[in-house]
């Protein structure tokens, strides 16, 4: 099963692209759409659109799992990513492609093992998981593939809510890293 994570946002968005078999998660592709600040919102929706239209032609996956909105201090902010989730949204359904959300909370939670996690916790975890040697990956681009860490999680387990790490490391024993 092939997942796209998606991180949106309207000056950059990420994009995670795994690969899910039996016990194995494999990173097929990751990056980040970045958006000229330039640009009115109008163009910057536009070019969202297209580029994850691209990857989902280019990819096939078959399932979309995105960030729900997360309301900071800033409306305007908030609006903005809603905007950014909206027409990834949409370019998934008008792929046929079953979407599924998730709040960052509940997101750290199934990667790191604590909602509460900071970034770079998230963005280790998901180098170790997936085996990445890439010093430089973007937040963006590790909360992307976070994102449909995730979703693959909750696909093995469909029932169950998330783990913790010591259930972590008892089904996945595999992927710690001595």
Same mark, same amino acid.
């Given at each position: ?9 309207t000056n950059? #968005?990420? %994009? ?12 097929? &592709?990751? +990056? $980040?759409?970045? @958006? ?31 960030? #729900?909105? %997360? ?12 905007? &950014?989730? +909206? $027409?990834?949204? @949409? ?28 970034k770079e ?15 430089n990956m ?6 992307? @593939? ?33």
């Amino acid at each position: 099963m092939i997942i796209i994570g998606v991180d949106p946002g309207t000056n950059i #968005t990420g %994009f995670g692209i795994i690969k899910f078999e039996k016990n194995n998660y494999y990173r097929i &592709a990751s +990056g $980040v759409i970045k @958006l000229p600040s330039q640009k009115p919102i109008p163009q910057r929706l536009k070019t969202i659109y297209s580029e994850i239209n691209k990857l989902i032609k280019t990819y096939k996956p078959d399932e979309f799992a995105i960030e #729900t909105a %997360f309301y900071g201090k800033n409306v305007q902010s908030a609006m903005k990513i809603g905007y &950014a989730r +909206g $027409v990834s949204i @949409l370019a998934a359904v008008h792929n046929g492609i079953p979407t599924s959300e998730y709040s960052p909370r509940e997101i750290k939670k199934s990667v790191v093992g604590r909602g509460s996690a900071s970034k770079e916790q998230v963005g280790f975890m998901i180098k170790s998981l997936l085996v990445i040697d890439q010093q430089n990956m973007k937040t963006d681009e590790s909360d992307a @593939l976070a994102i449909a860490l995730c979703h693959a999680f909750r696909m093995k387990n469909p029932g169950k809510k998330s783990m913790n790490w010591k259930q972590f490391t008892e089904t996945f024993p595999e992927r710690i890293i001595s």
